[in-house]
């Protein structure tokens, strides 16, 4: 047993409301440059869907992801080195620029410089790739709500699979049976596809806290990666010539402060904290014949925090003791091992991804209400949870290779606390047979459901520091002289150290966000009017140039 710790994030997908806050704030913290237009960390898919790209779910052509050869070994799915090098300048199975879209813009100047006359200026859709005029046929948000579900729900390759196995039973009214929405960033997986894909050793994930990011130095634009990750979700700048990923705001999460797409978010759905994980047993866990087997594999290599043996092999690592009692605090673990509401995106992919999503049951809970039936009695959720069989099978699809009795099973636990707890909120004699019913005490469904509706913000962020001295582990190894304004010759800019080009983080800088991101005093200064970094700015009261001044202060 080798423990490692690894940053972990849930989502509570019955609160989210497809508001895009998440996405709009994570892309003007990290993709507002040029060659990053087409580019979303973070997006909300409505399901059913294409999703971001499109059908970007269907292995069978992009060949993202592992696969098991005869010998049950793990294999890349768009093959080995001599498949990559007869590939490497031009690969079939990439997503090309349409798959994602074409960025664009509007030729705001004419319609605002226009010459007086009697034709009213129109702004013509302009590329921001080309500069030329074009014509807007799909961006990353187009199957919000189902838009176009009549064109384009049947190019979702869950349906698709599900029409095809079991045609009779899935009927072609599936867009009006259920709607939910699904927030996804870079899985940050334990078996990664895509490092394994660089040919140019680029992409790492971080051994004290198992973040996977590219480093821009190494990277030669090759786009292998691309094709390995099977959720698409690095992308290439064709600015730079470098490929680029989600980061999970790495230098936020140093200093014990959540993302960004976690900070903004309105329904307070994500959940971020520290599990251990035997990194012995991936391999092994990743190689599980049974696809529909992977989900318990990988529960299995999540290590118990409360263990003493686990305790003892974390501590001879290296892993500090703070740590472990964020680890033992994790509510991820809660919801991933304690509960197991949680579930992982596509573990057929074999990537052990590492964020993960709380089945939504408001589809079940809206159609009965629709219905006129009490949506919230017991007996009505659980039989119907059973009934509706449409949306239990698509989420099975998403979160557990096809398995359809522990998707049921999740949400029959969500249905106990939901029934039970309103019981207890109407002042009513708790029922405890509902409790029993799914294998929980009272006791665990009331935490479950604290955990869930009602906890605060450090219950749902529970971020470890990162320690002074191995603060030079944290970024690409350099030493800080190498940079103008050195160790003790620069003051803490408005902007913040992590702003501007990538720099190596140095112990003096690694203080100096920590002051910044922590204090309980706002950033004031003139340099910030007019420009407030999301990333940088700590939400301490109302620096000069956050909002327009009102007309006292003119």
């Keep these: ?79 080995g080195r001599i498949k990559k090098l007869l590939t490497i300048f031009s690969s079939p199975v990439q997503p090309v620029l349409g798959d994602y879209y074409e960025p664009w813009t509007y030729d705001y100047a004419t319609l605002i410089d226009a010459p007086l ?68 960033i870079c899985e940050h997986c334990l078996n990664p596809s895509c490092m394994a894909s660089c040919p140019s050793g680029a992409i790492y994930k971080r051994a004290e806290d198992g ?29 730079s010539g470098k490929a680029e990923k989600c980061t999970m705001c790495y230098p936020r999460i140093e200093v014990g402060l959540p993302t960004v797409c976690s900070e903004t978010c309105v329904g307070r759905l994500r959940y971020l904290g520290l599990v251990l994980y035997d990194a012995d047993a991936v391999t092994a866990a990743a190689s599980t ?52 509401v949680a579930l992982p995106l596509h573990p057929e992919y074999r990537t052990m991804p590492m964020v993960w999503y709380v089945p939504p049951l408001s589809p079940v809970v809206d159609l009965l209400r629709e219905q006129g039936h009490d949506a919230e009695a017991a007996g009505t959720l659980f039989g119907a949870i059973e009934a509706l069989r449409i949306p239990v099978e698509y989420l099975a699809e998403l979160f557990t290779a096809g398995d359809t009795d522990v998707v049921t099973g999740v949400l029959r636990r969500l249905a106990a606390m939901r029934a039970y707890m309103r019981e207890v909120t109407l002042g009513r004699e708790p029922d405890e047979s509902i409790p029993a019913s799914v294998g929980m005490s009272e006791e665990e469904v009331y935490e479950m459901y604290r955990l869930l509706g009602i906890a605060k913000y450090a219950e749902r962020y529970v971020i470890p520091t990162a320690h002074a001295e191995r603060a030079h582990e944290l970024e690409e190894m350099a030493c800080s002289l190498d940079y103008d304004d050195g160790p003790g010759m620069y003051d803490s800019g408005p ?25 309980d005093t706002p950033t004031s200064d003139d340099t910030l009017r007019g420009r407030v970094n999301l990333l940088n700015w700590d939400g301490h009261g109302r620096p000069d140039g956050l909002f327009p001044p009102t007309k006292e202060e003119a």
Excluded at 213 to 233: E, F, H, S
Excluded at 495 to 519: C, D, K, W
């Design 1 to 79: 047993m080798r423990p490692m710790a690894q940053m972990t994030m849930v989502m509570n997908l019955d609160k989210c409301i497809g508001c895009h806050t998440c996405s709009v704030t994570c892309k003007q913290a990290w993709t507002n440059r040029a060659g990053t237009e087409y580019v979303w960390f973070n997006n909300v898919e409505t399901r059913p869907g294409q999703g971001y790209p499109r059908r970007y779910e269907d292995q069978d052509r992009w060949r993202g992801g592992w696969t098991l050869t005869r010998r049950g070994r793990l294999e890349l799915k768009a093959g």
């Design 117 to 184: 006359g009697d034709d009213f200026p129109v702004a013509r859709p302009k590329s921001l790739i080309t500069g030329e005029d074009t014509k807007i046929t799909w961006s990353a948000n187009w199957d919000d709500n189902l838009g176009g579900s009549a064109e384009h729900l049947e190019k979702d390759p869950i349906v698709a699979k599900l029409r095809a196995e079991s045609n009779a039973q899935v009927k072609a009214e599936l867009e009006q049976t259920f709607m939910f929405y699904l927030p996804r």
């Design 211 to 239: 973040i996977v990011l590219v480093d821009q130095d190494r990277c030669r634009g090759w786009r292998q990666c691309i094709t390995g990750c099977p959720y698409k979700k690095i992308y290439f700048n064709h600015k």
């Design 289 to 340: 014949e049974d696809e529909q087997e992977l989900y318990a594999a990988q529960l299995d290599v999540i290590l118990d925090p409360h263990d003493p043996s686990v305790l003892r092999a974390a501590r001879e690592q290296g892993i500090p003791e703070d740590w472990l009692d964020a680890a033992r605090r994790s509510p991820t673990y809660r919801l991933i091992k304690d509960y197991q």
């Design 495 to 519: 902007l913040g150290e992590a702003s501007g080009p990538l720099t190596p983080v140095s112990v003096e800088t690694f203080h100096a966000l920590q002051q910044r991101q922590t204090s």
